[in-house]
């Protein structure tokens, strides 16, 4: 295995699907592990899997929604490792619905945990990740929907397309200031994991919410998704776009505010190639 290039991962919403997959190649990599979720058991035994395979890992419970529950994260990363190298404010919720049906919980449930994670998660490390003077690398997750809206997710694309904007702001930042700290914004079609099934995962009705989850259940593994990631963070990419098969949608997308003329949402294929590199 080569020598780890960062030493120590802070990754949210680690327990289940993309966050899992992330925290399982960054112990096979060798690094220290913080990870972070709000379901405690579902942490406690990957954590126990990944200590049984030699992974030093610290594994705290932590709502990201919570701006203080998420600087205790920090804290004790600290304390337990002396230093952060990665970061991954990952966790999320999906939330369906028309604009006007969803609920003002699932609203601010999402704006909460998909934005507020995000944003918690640079406030309380970027000062950590900037004070030590050496390369670090944030990577948030965000979605195809962070790139194309799609009606009755307005929720899910609201968040993910400020994730998006978040990166880029805090992308350009680092270079203005000639910082050390890599910025990447992940942006995956299906992948598979519980997002749909997690009781969050509602709204819509079944139809919309079944279609959603049974291209989840196809969609890439969580395993090669990281592996895609890591490979990103070594080349200090920004885009991480592991499924390819949206690109001539994001054109016409692109095309229509140019041009000036009326978006047309056309179903497209997310997983279209999605294993051409
Ligand atoms: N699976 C996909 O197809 C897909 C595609 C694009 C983007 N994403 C994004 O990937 C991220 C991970 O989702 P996933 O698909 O692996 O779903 P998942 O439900 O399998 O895993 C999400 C994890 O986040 C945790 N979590 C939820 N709310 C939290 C909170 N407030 N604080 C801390 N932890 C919390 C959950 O307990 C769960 O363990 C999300 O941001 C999601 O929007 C997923």
Not at 69 to 92: H, K, M, P
Not at 104 to 113: E, H, I, K, N, S
Not at 182 to 211: K, Y
Request: glycine fraction near 8%.
């Amino acid at each position: 295995m080569n020598q780890p290039q960062h030493r120590v991962a802070v990754i949210t919403g680690a327990a289940s699907g993309i966050g899992r997959g992330l925290a399982e190649r960054a112990a096979a990599e060798g690094l220290q592990l913080v990870l972070a979720d709000r379901d405690g058991e579902a942490l406690e035994r990957l954590a126990a899997q990944l200590r049984e395979q030699g992974a030093q890992v610290l594994a705290q419970v932590t709502d990201v929604a919570d701006a203080a529950q998420v600087e205790r994260l920090r804290d004790a990363a600290v304390q337990r490792f002396g230093a952060v190298d990665l970061l991954f404010n990952n966790a999320g919720v999906m939330q369906t619905g028309s604009c006007w049906e969803l609920s003002d919980a699932q609203w601010q449930r999402a704006l909460a945990v998909n934005l507020g994670g995000v944003i918690n998660g640079v406030r309380a490390f970027l000062p950590l990740l900037l004070a030590q003077g050496r390369p670090a690398h944030v990577v948030n997750t965000a979605s195809l929907a962070g790139l194309l809206n799609s009606p009755f997710m307005a929720a899910y694309n609201v968040t993910k397309q400020a994730v998006v904007s978040l990166s880029e702001s805090l992308h350009y930042e680092m270079a203005a200031l000639q910082t050390q700290v890599g910025v990447s914004v992940l942006c995956p079609g299906p992948v598979i994991s519980e997002i749909m099934t997690s009781d969050q995962g509602r709204g819509a009705g079944d139809e919309l919410n079944r279609l959603l989850d049974g291209q989840i259940r196809q969609g890439m593994s969580a395993a090669e998704l990281a592996e895609r990631v890591f490979a990103a963070i070594a080349e200090k990419r920004f885009w991480i776009l592991p499924h390819k098969g949206f690109k001539p949608a994001l054109r016409a997308r692109l095309q229509s505010v140019l041009e000036e003329r009326n978006p047309q949402f056309a179903p497209f294929d997310p997983q279209g190639d999605a294993h051409v590199a």
